[in-house]
């Protein structure tokens, strides 16, 4: 499991111990490539940041990513019990709900608001977690 995750080649490195060098098929091959583009571009920054003055290029980006937010949001905090990450998610859902009502996005505001009220279980107090208490 460990050399199918990748964790051997990370115990190798903290270890000190040398990696083995395996013949490299095909997939291999192609990843050693890509991986070789990617440190030849390291060096070169073509990256530019430009500040956005425009909100109608944040609505346009919230238009099309709210719903796959939703969803990650929605099933993480439903299926993690883990402290960070329900803090992180009620994070994401205050930010997406800050978001959305200062761009007037009323159908996606009450999206991220009704999908967080359900979350609460307040309808079920039997099947209430601390985590549904923070949201």
């Known amino acids: 499991l460990n050399r199918l995750l990748g964790f051997d080649g990370l115990l190798n490195l903290v270890m000190g ?43 346009f980006m919230v238009e099309v990513c709210w719903g796959p937010m939703l969803a990650a949001f929605s099933v993480t905090l439903d299926k993690n019990d883990d402290k960070l990450a329900t803090m992180q998610c009620l994070q994401g859902f205050r930010c997406a709900v800050h978001v959305t009502a200062v761009l007037g996005m009323q159908t996606e505001r009450d999206a991220f608001v009704t999908s967080l009220a359900k979350f609460t279980y307040l309808h079920c107090a039997a099947d209430m977690k601390q985590k549904n208490v923070d949201a």
């Open 17 to 59: 111990k040398q990696i083995e060098e395996k013949p490299l098929g095909t997939n291999g091959l192609l990843i050693k490539h890509i991986q070789e583009q990617f440190k030849a571009k390291s060096g070169k920054s073509e990256s530019v940041f430009y500040a956005v003055t425009d909100l109608s290029i944040l609505r």
